[in-house]
Each structure stands twice: as C-alpha cells, then as structure tokens.
C-alpha cells in the first residue's frame, strides 16, 4: 500500500541516483508550503560542488511522478516541494480505512524481543520513581507486539541481597500472619522502615540480620520459606497496583534478581576465559573499554567483590547472557531511569566483548528523566516522603471523576466510574508519553485532566465526539475501500495526517520515543477539529457525506488504535 511519503521517496531516491550516480536518501518530509518538501538536493550539491536549485530542477526531470503529483515547485536555495492529486490521496484514505492495521504493516521477519521494566524491590513500596519505567515499557510492549514480534517481558524484581536478612528477622518478630496481612494491603513502607530502624538501632537485631542473611545465601529451607512468603506478599500487591495502572505485566513476568543466583559463578568464569578479568582492590573486574573516571583513569565493573560476593553488574551480565542465549532474543530494551546510563553502557560493553551481544543481537537502554513537583524537584508528598504510587493514581480517578460530573452531570454512575478510570489513568500516561523520556516533567493534575491541549482527555473527547456522529446519523461505517472525494482543504489536511500512522509507527518502533506517537494523536485531533468546524458531515449532500463519513471513522480508529498502544483507554462516551 505504501504512505504518501514512502511513494515519494521511493519515486525521488531512484531519481537522486540517476542524477548523482549513487543512493541518496531524498529526506522526504511534511512542508508548510506544499504537501511534502525533499530537502536532498542541497547536501547532494554540497558534495558535487553544483548549484542546488540545478540538481533539483535534474531530480525532478528525471523523477516519475506525474501520476503522484499534482504541482512540483523548486523553493528557496533548492527545496523541491511538491503537492499530491487529491485523486490519489483519496484512494489511499479509503483503501486504509478498509484495513483493520490502518496501513500499517505486520513484520515479516518478526524477531524476539526482551523488554525490561518496572523493577520494584521486595517489600519495598512502588512509588512515582517506578512510574515511568512501567508506562514508557508497557508502552514498548504493546507497540512491539502489535507490529508482531514475540515479545518476553522481565520484570526484575529486586528479591535478593543484604537486606533480606533484616526483613526476615523483622517478619519473625512480629509473626508471620500480622506480616503477611500488612504486606497484603500495601503497608510495605512501614514494613520496611520498621526493618531498617530496628536495624540501625539494636545491635542485636543488627547481628540477627546478618546471620540470617548467611543463613539465606546459603540455602537453609527455614529461611527460603521466609524469603519466598516475603517475595510472593510484595508481588501480590505490585499486582494489584499494575491492575490499577492498566498495564499488561502478570505475575510470570517477574523474573527477580534471585532467578540468575546459580549463574553468576559461570559468568565470572566465562568472561575470565575471554581473558576480560583483572583484580582491582581484591575485586575482580572488567575494565570496558572508552570509559574513564574523572582522573582520566579506566572505570571498573566490578564482578565479584573483594569478599567473594556479587553485585548488580553480576547479575545484569548474567541476564543479558540468559536472554541472548538461553530466550533467543535479538533485540533487548532496558527501560530504566537515566542515571544508569553508563551502568548499562558497561554492561553492554562487557557482553559484546564476551562475545554474548553480536550482530544480529543488539541492547538499548532506554532511559528516562525524573517526575519532579511544582518546585522542579523530585515529586514528594507535602510530608517531604515519597508518594506512593496507587495514591497517585487514585487521586488521579478522583479528580477525573469529579471533572466528569462537571461536564456531564446527568451521566449514570457505573458508567461515570468507568469513564473516571479511563480518564484518570490515562491523564496520567499521557502526561509521562507526551514529553521527550529523556527529559523531566513537571507532575500537574491541573493540566494533565484538562479537555484542552495536547491531553489524553483532549485526545478521549475528540474520539467520543466522532463515535456521538455515527450514533446521531444511526450509521454505520462503510468501510469498503471506496476512494474518498477531498474537495476542501481541511479534508487534504486531515488525510494526510491520517495517512502519516505508518510512518509515525515505524519512527517510534526504532527509537522508542512515545511523545511522537502522542504529538501525532494530537496533530491528529487537531485537523479533526479543524475539518469538522469548515464541513458539514451528516447534513451534507452525496457523494461527500459518505467520504466525509468515511474520514470520521478512519480519524476515530487511528486515535482508538494510537491510544491503546500507549496504554490509553478510548471511550465511546464522556
């Protein structure tokens, strides 16, 4: 089928070659002049030493686009703009209107793809830190599966460790049922500081900790039995939190820190077989190459430590090698905040040298900036704590519903709740997928529930409204792959916006940047918005009511589709 800008690319690139005697990539992009502007003919020039307005006017002699395009115009010091038939873009509107992909295409070569996110600790609560990680991976999940890979979610929970021996005294202390049940309706901040301050404060449950801590690594089943009530009342409650937050983790997805305890040795061995290893301090480490401190000197990773045990590096080095080898995989995404950015470098550095990471196989850290307050500082509650995060999102169902009501008084309960849900949840997504994820946002109720501006209720309320069309006009969409008449520019506008989906998929596929997905639904509801203020849709005459008809419900299955592979929910009504 092909988009707008893939047909004239294809048309342009072969037109490039034969003026330049090798590939050139045309640069095909959206114009406020004409339709779409290729921006090649200046660096080709630059490289010939030629003028650029001369190797556009050859371009464009020896391009075949008569059939494509309606009006070609050479601008500026050699911008080629060009303006399709609207015949064409027509045909291309309902031929995707037909489709239940909307023009977007499932691989054929479909690879396998780990996806690491969310991460909770054990007995620790989930707090804003962790909502990031969760909605930018559920987001790559759903994105990545829809165009068809298989897709292995890993929710590395932190299960193991030094801490464990406090929360396991701790647990006996107060009994195994009270546990148990504080655990299970999310007291897990009071849980653990209440480990964490016996700990600083006794000795001798200081030299509990430590013995039961001996007593975990080492494999005695009294303990493990702890461990394992500890790890499965955190889950349950991390659980009940991702059902909150509408994301598609389930409890097999947690593979925790403990899951490559019996491979870390082999990983120590396997890279001193590849002759990566150097003693530092005691330490055994890997020594990466293209990283240095800040005296100029090489950066360890460190993978076993002076006094035998073994850290976080040890454990992701063990992951990357079980995902590559063991699961298949080819591509690896690490959602993870941006301060571990070069933790990750390192880590990758150390798999490729291990001779693990090789072509095909590659891994990206796809870090994230930080949720800050109203005061540009991290987000805490107004004690100074941190918020948890079923809080957050409660708050969030709470403001919604009450904007709801508001604006639709007379709406039933059930639905409003149901409405309020989508709405809250989705404010809050949208929020975080809208900004650049390397960048820090600004948490703002106010603005994220607003039905103004680039919001998911502004998004929500565009696809109700057209959804509100067909119910009015008793109609059901056609969807027959009929052409779609465009006589008025509004109509040009929204299909080429509607016809730019494949385009923005593929874009965000690569890069994993959900805010262009997001300012694309929103460009989206824009040109909606303008279309139906200028063209009358069930009161006007043949044949454009139906095209226009036809336009509604593309534009409303695009937002439909576009919101739920960020996780957003797209109701019918508001």
């Not at 909150?244 to 925790?256: A, C, I, P, Q």
């Not at 008449?485 to 890069?511: C, K, N, Q």
Request: with cysteine.
């Amino acid at each position: 089928m092909g988009t707008p800008k893939q047909l004239l690319r294809d048309r342009l690139a072969h037109a490039f070659e034969t003026v330049a005697g090798e590939p050139v990539d045309p640069v095909v992009q959206r114009s406020q002049y004409a339709d779409y502007q290729s921006n090649a003919a200046l660096g080709l020039a630059k490289r010939m030493s030629a003028n650029p307005r001369e190797i556009a006017a050859k371009v464009l002699a020896a391009a075949d686009l008569d059939d494509l395009v309606e009006r070609t115009e050479i601008s500026g010091p050699g911008f080629i703009n060009l303006t399709l038939r609207s015949e064409v873009l027509g045909r291309l509107v309902g031929s995707v209107g037909a489709d239940a992909r909307h023009g977007v295409p499932a691989v054929t070569d479909p690879e396998t793809v780990v996806i690491d996110y969310s991460a909770p600790n054990t007995a620790k609560e989930m707090h804003v830190g962790h909502l990031r990680s969760t909605i930018i991976g559920d987001a790559a999940v759903r994105v990545t599966e829809w165009l068809g890979h298989r897709v292995l979610k890993r929710n590395h929970l932190g299960d193991w460790g030094t801490p464990f021996g406090m929360l396991i005294e701790h647990l006996l202390d107060i009994g195994e049922v009270e546990a148990a049940a504080e655990l299970s309706v999310g007291d897990l901040n009071d849980f653990y500081t209440s480990a964490r301050r016996k700990f600083d404060t006794s000795d001798e449950f200081k030299d509990r900790s430590r013995r039961r801590v001996v007593l975990l690594q080492g494999g005695d089943e009294a303990t493990l039995r702890l461990w394992r009530l500890l790890v499965a009342e955190s889950k349950r409650y991390f659980m009940r939190v991702y059902d909150s937050l509408d994301v598609r983790l389930v409890e097999s997805d947690f593979v925790g820190e403990s899951s490559y305890n019996d491979e870390l040795s082999s990983v120590v061995t396997d890279l001193d077989r590849h002759g990566l290893l150097r003693v530092s301090d005691g330490a055994e480490c890997v020594f990466p190459e293209g990283f240095a401190g800040r005296d100029g000197g090489p950066v360890p990773l460190i993978v076993r430590k002076s006094d035998g045990g073994y850290g976080y590096a040890t454990t992701d080095l063990a992951a990357i090698s079980n995902r590559l080898t063991e699961l298949g995989a080819t591509r690896l995404l690490y959602v993870v905040g941006a301060p571990q950015q070069q933790h990750f470098a390192m880590v990758f550095a150390t798999a490729r040298a291990a001779g693990w990471l090789v072509p095909p196989a590659r891994a990206t850290h796809v870090g994230f900036g930080s949720v800050l307050g109203p005061d540009g500082k991290v987000l805490r509650s107004r004690a100074g704590g941190t918020i948890k995060l079923v809080d957050l999102l409660n708050e969030a169902v709470e403001r919604a519903t009450a904007a709801i009501v508001e604006k639709n008084p007379d709406i039933d309960a059930e639905t409003r709740a149901d409405i309020a849900r989508a709405v809250g949840i989705g404010a809050v997504k949208y929020a975080d997928l809208s900004t650049d994820r390397t960048r820090d946002y600004v948490f703002d109720f106010d603005r994220m529930l607003s039905f103004e501006g680039n919001t998911a209720p502004y998004l929500q309320y565009a696809h109700a409204r057209i959804r509100s069309i067909f119910r009015r006009g008793n109609v059901i969409p056609a969807r027959d792959g009929e052409p779609v008449r465009l006589a008025e520019h509004s109509e040009r506008t929204l299909a080429i916006e509607l016809l730019a989906f494949p385009d923005v998929i593929a874009e965000v596929a690569d890069t994993v940047e959900f805010h262009r997905l997001a300012n694309y639904l929103y460009a989206l509801s824009t040109a909606f918005t303008a279309f139906y203020e200028r063209c009358p849709v069930l009161k006007a005459e043949e044949p454009s009511r139906s095209s226009r008809l036809a336009l509604c419900d593309l534009t409303a299955q695009v937002l439909a589709t576009g919101l739920d592979l960020l996780g957003i929910a797209a109701p019918d009504r508001m």
